[in-house]
């Protein structure tokens, strides 16, 4: 009996790779509003060795929007209203291309593209117009969404412009990501992606992100506003790195 709503609710997973899964939620939650970024790629990562390739944009999608949604909830107070509405814009624009594109992106370009430009954006200081291109960066992000996964990193160099606090930069950077992944799940809707086997899985994921959410949230409100700055950059050049790097091993394999 148990064995069988396991295989229903992980939806056939072997439980060594349901509990993994789960502990990626968590871990990937607790990382992000602890450092402000990094749990989308540390979740889309471990996914993406033990998922099916098709399901693995969309559920991993629907996965973020809970995790963001209930960071964005639990930070409201501290959200900086001004940039979102013209972000939503540019993400309404982002995924209706990206969705009706017919020639794949090479993710090997993408990832080292990201990777390329995150690095500069940290060791240099950010570029001015950045913070006043809300809208070009909801475009640009919500695009490459739709066939890179987890752009939280290219997302939270825009928040990063902004020069705000670090739970302003967390809660902020939440409630983008949570619009943006809402119409991206969206568009993979009425492309045609069948959600409804996933269901569960999806749920028992976000209860992992959320308790990783909640914990997280101690430490972030722990921290001072140096060390916050000075994790995420560290964070941020790292996951840079791997970008690169994995995106360079790609084109070698397949040259």
């Known amino acids: 009996m148990f064995g069988t709503v396991f295989d229903i609710v992980f939806n056939g997973f072997d439980p060594l790779v349901a509990t993994g899964l ?15 970024i990094g749990g989308g790629v540390l979740l889309l990562a471990v996914m993406a060795s033990l998922m099916p390739p098709a399901a693995l944009i969309p559920v991993h999608g629907v996965v973020q929007l809970g995790s963001n949604l209930f960071r964005a909830l639990l930070l409201r107070a501290h959200v900086h209203w001004p940039p979102v509405a013209v972000f939503v814009a540019g993400s309404v624009v982002g995924v209706a291309v990206g969705g009706v594109v017919a020639i794949n992106l090479p993710p090997a ?20 117009w950045l ?18 996964g987890a752009t939280g990193v290219f997302v939270a160099n ?6 705000l606090p670090r739970q302003t930069h967390v809660a902020t950077h939440a409630t983008l990501m949570t619009c943006q992944h809402l119409l991206k799940i969206v568009t993979f809707g009425v492309l045609g992606f069948a959600f409804g086997p996933w269901v569960l899985f999806i749920l ?4 992992a992100g959320f308790l990783g959410t909640v914990i997280g949230r101690r430490v972030l409100i722990s921290m001072s506003d140096t060390g916050f700055r000075q994790a995420l950059n560290v964070i941020l050049v790292l996951l840079s790195i791997r970008l690169i790097f994995t995106g360079i091993a790609q084109l070698w394999v397949g040259a």
């Open 131 to 148: 913070s006043r291109q809300g809208l070009v960066i909801g475009a640009l992000s919500s695009f490459l969404s739709m066939f890179f």
């Open 22 to 36: 789960l502990a990626a939620s968590f871990a990937g939650s607790f990382v992000t509003v602890a450092f402000g």
């Open 158 to 163: 825009f928040v990063k412009s902004l020069n």
């Open 204 to 207: 028992a994921m976000i209860g």
């Open 109 to 128: 370009v993408v990832q080292i593209g990201i990777g390329g430009f995150v690095i500069y954006s940290v060791l240099s200081s950010p570029p001015v």
